[in-house]
């Protein structure tokens, strides 16, 4: 297992278009993250899963991102009707449940709404 | 007031200085400290943790933190050009609260 992996590595997308992306955790870690990084920022929160099990979301996921995890493996993130204010960093994290401090991070996904 | 403040940078320094890098925090109730570092186009990579108050060192990298002024440090020894990076802190546990991040320029 080499890390956490994130599909794709970048995409452009045109406004109202719907994107998915895709997170793969490494393998033993049940809690996985999803965070975004606009520039000059550092990540915020959006939401995490222990296993399939969304247990908080942040205010800042509106009703357009939904993120699932459906069988504790590997994650979604889709955003419906993309705006130009989503054009961002999309990270996507995991860690052992004790281990909530030492997150490992994926290289992310750049998401470019024109 | 952010949760988290931490000055953005860039901070600029010769091969071989003392890099600090500092946060200030405004939650008490906090107990983990969190460095990372940030390469272009990378994720965060964990450096260094701390559990409430005290002092840790690894290698060149020492962390420290102060609950009583709500203030966390990254002291980075004998810096390197491969030390150039961003620097993000981070407090929480699972929800991570993130700093601005640093971003330290180390020349040769």
Same mark, same amino acid.
């Given at each position: 297992?080499?890390g956490v992996?994130?599909? *794709? ?6 406004? /109202? =278009? ?5 997170c793969?955790p490494i393998?033993?870690h !049940?809690r996985l993250y999803w965070y975004?990084?606009?520039?000059? =920022?550092?990540p915020?929160f959006?939401?995490y ?18 993120? +699932?995890?459906?069988?504790? @493996? #590997? @994650?979604?993130?889709?955003? =419906?009707?993309?705006?130009? /204010? ?5 990270l996507c994290a995991s860690s052992l *449940?004790?281990e909530g401090y030492g997150y490992t991070f994926g $290289? ?7 | 007031?952010?949760?988290? +403040?931490?000055? *953005? /940078? ?5 091969? /071989?200085?003392?890099? $600090? ?5 405004? !939650?008490?109730? #906090?107990?983990y400290?969190m460095?990372y570092?940030?390469? $272009?186009?990378?994720g965060p990579e964990l450096l260094?943790y701390?559990?409430?108050?005290? !002092? ?16 966390? @440090?990254?002291?980075?020894?004998? $810096? ?8 993000l802190?981070a407090?929480g546990f699972q929800k991570l609260?993130f ?8 020349? *040769?």
């Amino acid at each position: 297992d080499t890390g956490v992996s994130q599909d *794709p590595r970048h995409k452009i997308t045109k406004r /109202g =278009q719907n994107v998915t992306f895709r997170c793969d955790p490494i393998s033993e870690h !049940n809690r996985l993250y999803w965070y975004r990084q606009t520039l000059g =920022q550092g990540p915020e929160f959006l939401t995490y899963f222990q296993n399939e099990a969304q247990l908080e979301k942040s205010r800042l996921l509106s009703d357009r991102f939904s993120a +699932e995890r459906p069988k504790g @493996s #590997f @994650s979604t993130l889709e955003i =419906q009707r993309t705006e130009q /204010g989503d054009s961002a960093m999309y990270l996507c994290a995991s860690s052992l *449940p004790g281990e909530g401090y030492g997150y490992t991070f994926g $290289s992310g996904t750049r998401l470019t709404v024109v | 007031q952010k949760e988290v +403040e931490q000055d *953005p /940078g860039p901070l600029s320094v010769p091969e /071989g200085a003392i890099v $600090s890098l500092n946060c200030t925090y405004s !939650n008490s109730a #906090f107990q983990y400290f969190m460095w990372y570092r940030q390469y $272009s186009r990378k994720g965060p990579e964990l450096l260094m943790y701390t559990y409430s108050s005290g !002092n840790k060192e690894d290698g060149r990298f020492t962390a420290q933190v102060d609950k009583s002024s709500k203030y966390i @440090s990254l002291f980075i020894r004998d $810096s390197q050009p491969s030390d150039s990076a961003t620097y993000l802190c981070a407090i929480g546990f699972q929800k991570l609260v993130f700093g601005t991040g640093t971003r330290l320029l180390v020349s *040769p």
